[in-house]
């Protein structure tokens, strides 16, 4: 059994040596600590700052160190889904690789070791990108913010909260029909645009919410149809090579091991994102002591894209590197340009045009039904469900055609070829490897599902006495995860002339050739693909065998908590039990991939673990508006999916790749928050929070050379044994050696920190303030930073609300950060300092109406991504402004 003794250990001994000797007598208006105080009326608040004091409320009732939203602060930022909504919460940090925020750290934490819960209820989710891997992080897009009356940020543990979460426990609560009015109907209709893809779309959302004369039962039902145009330009640069490499390039004053942009690309995304949702809420209370809730959860989102990427690579083979002939000069380190002439193998090509069509539709399903009774001196909690995502036909229509031509490159501009008339004529781009024997492109397909069953029940005794109330209860919880891969090809041969094109791009950053290339266009590439005579019953084999897995993780857990109140103090202590058993399944093989006896390649890795995972927490309360916070936990926080499974996902083109390892343990970290609020007027606080982690059990990624099988040579074999053998260690087997990131469990880290955070209103002149500030400081024993963290994170926003005018201002600045790999096979790359500013002005007609305008990314920010120093350029893009016009309404 993992458990030890501990500073941890020390202080829960201390708090039941004084929990009950503080005081003679209990103070018997002190609120019960284990007892529902954060679950406060969800009545949606009407305007700013009676938002602001019902999220102030929750955090002051609450034992832990936590914080708070509710609907009217939710809605009244500038967002467009749920994680916007909570930028501006202490600690919390957003990522923004498509231009809004998806997934959040909390004190610095990598997003994939937090939870989140809706209703205390997991919510499945299924991968929306191709290529993308499953993740424990939550996806905060999936959820419209119009379903929340409450979202709180739960920073030091209890017993009573289920494991999994390293940085914090997200609890967001829906709106309860009980807690309504009867027959009351709120919604909006708003139009979302997008300047830099220049296209509106359409959202509305209702609310509607019904219960009888005797408040016995009600029904609440909440729909929400949501679009937004997503439009990302940039340039990328696909791994570097050594200016050693080039023989043809060298020259005098040029240091050898300087680094080459192996490619520079010009890349656009663009994307027509849809979201449908429902919630439906059944209460039944047949009597005061009785309580029974029933709900449905619907999602179905729809993440067709288009990618297109245009770029060279200068080290594709020994060709594409005897076509480099000039190497410009080094900046700290890094070649700046370069020129590359016609490819010697006249069937091979210089440029790489990727045209990527991807069909993606994700749905997801729940139903969730617990109960609570409540007697005079003790109750019980039950809760169960099940939640499944699905994306069953994940698929990319891919044509890759190449020019071989010769082009100057530059890191600031990108390609210029040296004949950009034959750049531009659809005939001259084509198969690699020519006409007759080439290879154009494929059909990838993903399927993926993600699905968790869940039951719990909990009781608790009351006393009077110091420890007022027992908490004590069990919870058993199935996660289930399968990924499969089927890559069918190739696609008919022929040039772009044959495929059919549609003018030029007109990408942002580039000021030659490279940002007006030719574009081929999102119906002609569906069009030649799927025209193509695919053989569906004969998919690529390694692609199917490295990319197929399950994983099953069964986790049972036990708790007992003890709540105690006395005089001045408060607080809990508590003890986790959690039994875990995963089985990792995936293909194991040898020698050439093949479809044939599977059944004996498929391999279940089985591993059972067990934790003890005590927690304390205390406030002390002067009585004169200041609270004193301390908490201290162990907790755990398993890897993201895949990386527990046997699998392996390749690049052929690169010769990199990701994969899993099924002996990881859990992360283990040993958890200390303290903290001090005052409350030194209505509706204001002035909070200062400090936190420590010790990770035991650290996992980190490392990339290694494996042998692995090139499924280039399946669909072209002339091709591989004329241009690959000898390459990257290719032999005419079909195996190449291939840079593998694999996690390991890799010792230990650390973080720490702290939070200040200031809020007021000033008098009554409508005018107010929230702000926060984060320090974060983390590394692992190898002095490596953390993913995710931001040394320092800074969140302002300034309101105005008198009469019928509301205005918010919501900023958000964030240091750079190490962003670890959601797309498998990308290398660790580093996000540079990054901004969001938005702004929300509102109107109200009376209290039934009003309308609204938001804009997110006011300063049109640019998100960078260098790998080691910022001149080891990895991406820079532009997402663009974006607003939104929302007239509200509530009857």
Request: hydrophobic residues 35%; proline residues 4%.
């Amino acid at each position: 059994m993992k458990a030890r003794k501990t500073i941890l250990s020390a202080s829960i001994v201390a708090a039941l040596a004084f929990g009950p000797g503080l005081a003679m007598a209990q103070d018997a208006t002190a609120p019960a600590a284990g007892a529902d105080a954060t679950e406060l009326d969800a009545v949606v608040v009407t305007g700013i700052r009676a938002s602001l004091e019902k999220s102030l409320d929750t955090k002051r009732a609450n034992v832990t160190v936590s914080e708070a939203i509710t609907a009217e602060d939710i809605g009244k930022f500038a967002s467009t889904n749920v994680a916007e909504a909570m930028s501006q919460i202490p600690g919390v940090s957003l990522d923004r690789r498509f231009g809004q925020g998806e997934r959040v750290s909390i004190d610095g934490t990598d997003p994939s070791l937090n939870l989140s819960f809706l209703d205390n209820h997991p919510v499945a989710q299924a991968i929306w990108l191709y290529g993308e891997q499953p993740n424990r992080g939550f996806d905060y897009t999936l959820l419209a913010p119009e379903i929340l009356g409450r979202l709180e940020v739960i920073k030091s543990s209890e017993a009573r909260l289920t494991e999994g979460s390293l940085g914090g426990t997200v609890l967001m609560h829906t709106r309860q029909p009980l807690d309504l009015d009867p027959n009351s109907i709120a919604g909006s209709v708003s139009w979302n645009y997008s300047d830099q893809g220049s296209k509106g779309r359409p959202s509305g959302s209702v609310l509607y919410s019904w219960k009888n004369p005797e408040e016995t039962f009600g029904v609440a039902v909440s729909a929400q149809h949501y679009e937004e145009q997503v439009d990302r330009q940039g340039m990328e640069v696909f791994g570097y090579a050594k200016v050693s490499d080039f023989a043809n390039a060298q020259r005098a004053g040029l240091d050898p091991n300087a680094e080459v942009p192996n490619s520079i690309n010009a890349a656009w995304f663009q994307q027509h994102r849809k979201r449908d949702s429902a919630v439906v809420n059944l209460q039944f209370k047949p009597s005061d002591e009785w309580d029974i809730n029933l709900q449905g959860l619907y999602i179905k989102e729809n993440f067709d894209n288009y990618n297109q990427s245009l770029y060279s690579f200068l080290t594709w083979n020994d060709n594409t590197r005897a076509a480099v002939d000039r190497l410009g000069d080094a900046r700290n380190g890094i070649v700046t340009s370069g020129h590359s002439v016609r490819n010697t193998d006249a069937t091979g090509g210089t440029v790489l045009y990727d045209n990527n069509v991807r069909e993606s539709e994700v749905e997801t399903k729940g139903i969730d039904l617990r109960t609570a009774y409540k007697a005079e001196n003790w109750g019980f909690k039950g809760q169960i469900g099940r939640s499944k995502s699905e994306n069953e036909r994940l698929a990319q229509y891919f044509i890759e055609p190449v020019f071989n031509g010769g082009f100057s490159w530059d890191m600031n501009r990108g390609i210029t070829f040296d004949d950009p008339a034959a750049a531009r004529n659809p005939a001259n781009w084509g198969p690699a490897g020519g006409l007759a024997t080439g290879w154009l492109g494929n059909n990838g397909v993903f399927s993926t599902e993600s699905e968790d069953t869940y039951g719990q029940i909990d009781f608790n005794v009351e006393f009077d006495s110091a420890i007022n109330n027992l908490q004590f209860g069990v919870r058993r919880a199935k996660h289930e995860e399968s990924f499969e891969l089927n890559i069918y090809g190739p696609v008919n041969r022929g040039t772009l002339a044959d495929v059919g094109t549609s003018g030029l791009t007109d990408i942002r950053g580039f000021s030659n050739d490279h940002g007006r290339h030719i574009q081929v266009g999102r119906g002609n590439v569906l069009d030649w693909v799927k025209g193509s005579p695919l053989n569906f019953a004969a998919p690529d084999a390694a692609g199917y065998l490295n990319n197929t897995w399950a994983l099953e993780q069964t986790n049972t857990a036990a708790y007992v908590q003890a709540d105690f109140a006395t005089g001045a103090w408060r607080g809990n202590f508590g003890l986790r039990y959690v039994e875990s058993k995963t089985d990792a399944s995936g293909f194991v093989y040898g020698g050439a991939p093949s479809l044939t006896n599977l059944a004996s390649k498929w391999q279940t890795k089985s591993k059972k673990e067990d934790f003890l995972l005590p927690s304390v927490n205390v406030v002390y309360d002067t009585g004169n508006d200041l609270l004193f916070r301390f908490g201290a936990a162990k907790v755990i926080a398993w890897a993201p999916y895949n990386q527990m499974v046997n699998n392996t996902f390749l690049n052929d083109t690169t010769y990199n790749g990701s994969g899993g390892n099924a002996e990881l343990s859990p992360y283990e970290s040993t958890n200390y928050n303290l903290s001090v609020e005052w409350y030194f007027a209505e509706q204001a606080v002035l909070a200062a929070s400090v936190f420590y982690k010790d990770i035991d059990n650290y996992i980190d990624s490392a990339a290694r050379v494996e042998r692995q099988y090139n499924s280039i040579r399946d669909t072209n074999r002339a091709l591989f044994d004329a241009t690959l053998v000898g390459f990257h260690g290719c032999t005419s087997d079909g195996y190449c050696d291939y840079d593998i990131q694999r996690p390991r469990n890799a010792g230990k880290g650390k973080v720490k920190g702290f939070n200040v955070s200031y809020q007021q209103p000033f008098a009554d002149t409508g005018f107010g303030l929230t702000a926060n500030y984060t320090y974060a400081d983390g590394e692992n024993n190898t002095g490596d930073p953390l993913p995710y963290q931001s040394r320092d994170s800074v969140a302002i926003s300034p309101y105005y609300e008198q009469g019928p005018l509301s205005v918010r201002l919501s900023y958000n600045w964030r240091s750079h950060y190490l962003a670890g790999g959601y797309v498998a096979g990308a290398a660790p790359a580093s996000v540079d300092d990054y901004s969001e500013l938005g702004a929300s002005v509102g109107w109200k007609f009376n209290d039934n109406m009003g309308v609204s305008f938001d804009a997110m990314n006011i300063l049109d920010e640019e998100y960078v991504q260098y790998s080691g120093s910022k001149d080891k350029l990895v991406g820079k893009y532009h997402s663009g402004r974006r607003y939104m016009a929302t007239f509200r309404f509530n009857f």
